[in-house]
């Protein structure tokens, strides 16, 4: 009896073992299948919350769009025809900066265009300031105030435009130029003095219009004063004047809303 006791209970422990064995194999093959699911789930979760790489197909970050928008407009500019009508604007450009230059020879014309581009440094408008508020009255007054500010922001922003040009000026790259009035700075583009003359002619020529007949005039002497000194090309004035345009028909423009 003893002897059957012993080797059932050893057929147990087999059993038991064969058992345990064969449902640990059993939960490892289906656990393979269930683990392989969830690695990759855990990897497309990670992919679709971490930053992503830009792809030759896909639009680059701000910084590689300004970089490449940047190398695109210079590959397009440092094109062959753009460098030819550079080349013939430059030119053009300093022919017609020596030939009004030339009329800086005669003494009378030299020291005529001394004297307005001077009066153009601030004597002459604040005149015309002045005589505005005369001949409009108290009420002008806060649209004249309001040409201040905007005469103001055109000197911050001709001044910005200056430092981030760099051009110089006539007389330091053309042996050929005669410098006939002391600068007030050593850039060249874009003509400070007409485009204050041109902005300060809209502005105050919009208050009372009868001023147009005295600052128009002046204006276009102060145009050709700057290119007659020697001061600056033709494509500075005409930039100062189309700068000084645009900011006076915006500030008339929102004086228009404002008030």
């Not at 003893?2 to 087999?14: D, E, I």
């Not at 896909?58 to 910084?63: A, I, R, T």
């Not at 020529?205 to 002046?218: D, E, R, S």
């Not at 900011?247 to 008339?252: E, G, K, P, R, V």
Request: aromatic content about 10%.
């Amino acid at each position: 009896m003893r002897f059957f006791y012993t080797f059932g209970q050893q057929r147990q422990r087999k059993l038991g073992r064969s058992l345990r064995t064969s449902l640990y194999l059993l939960m490892r093959r289906l656990a393979r299948p269930i683990a392989a699911q969830s690695s990759l789930l855990q990897k497309s979760i990670v992919r679709q919350f971490s930053p992503q790489e830009p792809s030759s197909k896909s639009m680059p970050n701000d910084v590689d769009g300004w970089s490449h928008w940047r190398e695109s407009l210079s590959a397009h500019w440092n094109q062959a025809h753009w460098q030819d009508r550079r080349a013939r604007l430059q030119a053009t450009d300093l022919e017609w900066c020596l030939r009004l230059n030339r009329q800086s020879a005669r003494r009378g014309t030299a020291l005529f265009f001394k004297s307005i581009s001077r009066l153009g440094d601030g004597k002459f408008w604040i005149s015309m300031a002045l005589a505005a508020g005369l001949i409009g009255g108290v009420s002008t007054v806060p649209q004249l105030a309001w040409s201040g500010v905007t005469t103001f922001l055109g000197f911050r922003l001709y001044r910005f435009l200056k430092k981030t040009t760099v051009r110089p000026r006539p007389y330091q790259v053309h042996q050929a130029i005669e410098l006939g009035e002391r600068p007030l700075d050593h850039f060249s583009f874009p003509s400070g003095h007409t485009l204050h003359a041109v902005l300060i002619t809209l502005l105050l020529g919009a208050i009372v219009p009868v001023l147009y007949w005295v600052m128009v005039p002046f204006t276009v002497l102060i145009a050709l004063s700057r290119m007659v000194l020697g001061l600056h090309y033709p494509t500075d004035v005409i930039a100062g004047a189309m700068l000084g345009a645009v900011i006076a028909s915006l500030s008339l423009g929102l004086w228009a809303l404002i008030a």
